[in-house]
């Protein structure tokens, strides 16, 4: 099966790299297209893919076609390839707030459409992703969708109705969580520990801490009570978080970024 890439950004990198590591696909079958000679050039010598100098030749060859491009680019692209894409083509959008019914009317007709909302840790094969497709997309076709997003992290198929929130707990909230890290060490600094030690003490914690919640199988509160003694220092500092209303700020946060994401 000839996989298509239009963009070849971190996020279609993190795709590629996923699949070809997983061995899902050889570099032969991947083919893709970018705005630059540079990140053409760049893409095939780090992975050995095919690459093609226009969107026309990869949407002709494709079999199965990934939209790796902005939001604010992708009717463009639509509309520059949407003559030339293959009826039975399985369409793939990472595009972040373009609804299934929003790419179907770019196209004009009706293809095999499937949304994905991954996030920035797939680029180190941690990634979490959320799935949906419309109709004409059989369980097969939505299956292998699946396993494409599994080979760079965790996925799962979500009804489109869920797709902002899954933006705002996964797609968005690695930036909050790199604050969060930013946050602990500059205390860290403060309390005297050099800066690079700080960064990996509080990001090996962070790190810990989600492993165990996902392992553990655990309530994220069971754990957050398992580490606060009676009368000791984690309880103190859980104190001062629930007083400057650490949980009410982290939930206003999300729901902006759903509200956003809804205006795209």
């Not at 000679?37 to 060859?61: C, M, P, Y």
């Not at 390839?81 to 369409?91: A, N």
């Not at 997309?137 to 902002?164: H, N, Q, T, W």
Request: hydrophobic share 45%; net charge negative; glycine share 10%.
């Amino acid at each position: 099966m000839k996989i298509g890439f239009i963009g070849l950004g971190n996020m279609a990198k993190a795709i590629i790299g996923g699949m070809l590591q997983n061995e899902m696909l050889k570099p032969s079958d991947i083919i893709g297209s970018a705005k630059t000679g540079k990140t053409l050039e760049d893409v095939r010598t780090q992975f050995g893919i095919e690459v093609r100098e226009s969107n026309l030749a990869v949407a002709k060859e494709a079999e199965v076609l990934v939209l790796a491009v902005k939001p604010q680019f992708l009717q463009e692209v639509i509309e520059e390839i949407k003559d030339t894409v293959k009826p039975d083509t399985l369409i793939i959008s990472i595009a972040a707030g373009k609804s299934l019914e929003w790419i179907g009317q770019a196209f004009g007709r009706e293809m095999k459409i499937v949304r994905c909302m991954p996030n920035t840790p797939a680029l180190v094969g941690a990634g979490c992703t959320g799935v949906c497709v419309n109709h004409a997309v059989s369980k097969e076709e939505a299956d292998y969708s699946i396993r494409l997003m599994e080979s760079f992290g965790k996925a799962s198929l979500v009804p489109e109705r869920l797709m902002d929130a899954v933006g705002a707990v996964s797609g968005s909230s690695p930036a909050y969580v790199f604050m969060f890290i930013e946050a602990m060490a500059d205390a860290a600094v403060a309390a005297g520990m050099p800066r690079t030690q700080a960064y990996d003490f509080a990001a090996q914690a962070v790190y810990g801490s989600a492993k165990l919640v996902l392992e553990s199988g655990k309530h994220p509160g069971e754990l957050k009570d398992m580490v606060c003694s009676p009368g000791g220092t984690t309880i103190e500092g859980v104190r001062v978080l629930e007083e400057k209303g650490m949980r009410g700020a982290v939930m206003d946060a999300l729901i902006a970024t759903v509200e956003k994401s809804g205006k795209l």
